[in-house]
C-alpha cells in the first residue's frame, strides 16, 4: 500500500506565500507523476499543477507564473509552492500520485490539506 502525507496548508493573506509538501511512502517501484489538486466548496476538484517522472510540469491557467511544481525524487517528496496568493486559491489540496508497484499501476492520494487566503 501507499500513502500520502501532506503539509504545509494554513492561512494567509492576500499576496502571501505558503509551501506545500507531500511525501508518498510504502512498496513504491516508481513514480510515473505526483500532482497536486484542489477543490472550493461547491466546486468540483481541479488540477493545479502535475510533475511526470521525466521533469515536465504542466499547470491551470489560472496559477501559471505564481505557483511551482518540484520534487525530490530521492524522498518521493512532491512540493507546490505557491506565491502571490489570492483568495480565490482557497480550497482543500489533495496531492495526488501515479505509482507503479510490481505490474500494477494505480492512483493515490493524500487526506488533503486546507489553504485559506484571506485578509
Known amino acids: 500500500q501507499v500513502q500520502l502525507v501532506e503539509s504545509g496548508g494554513g492561512l494567509v493573506q492576500p499576496g502571501g506565500s505558503l509551501r506545500l509538501s507531500c511525501a508518498a511512502s510504502?512498496?513504491?517501484?516508481?513514480?510515473?507523476?505526483m500532482g497536486w489538486y484542489r477543490q472550493a466548496p461547491g466546486n468540483q476538484r481541479e488540477l493545479v499543477a502535475v510533475?511526470?517522472?521525466?521533469?515536465?510540469?504542466d499547470y491551470t491557467d489560472a496559477v501559471k507564473g505564481r505557483f511551482t511544481i518540484s520534487s525530490d525524487n530521492a524522498k518521493n517528496t512532491v512540493y507546490l509552492q505557491m506565491n502571490k496568493l489570492k483568495p480565490k486559491d482557497t480550497a482543500v489540496y489533495y496531492c495526488?500520485?501515479?505509482?507503479?508497484?510490481?505490474?500494477?499501476?494505480?492512483?493515490?492520494w493524500g487526506q488533503g490539506t486546507q489553504v485559506t487566503v484571506s485578509s
Open positions: 495526488s500520485a501515479d505509482v507503479t508497484v510490481w505490474d500494477r499501476r494505480d492512483d493515490y
Open positions: 510504502g512498496t513504491i517501484f516508481s513514480i510515473n507523476a
Open positions: 510533475i511526470r517522472s521525466g521533469g515536465r510540469t
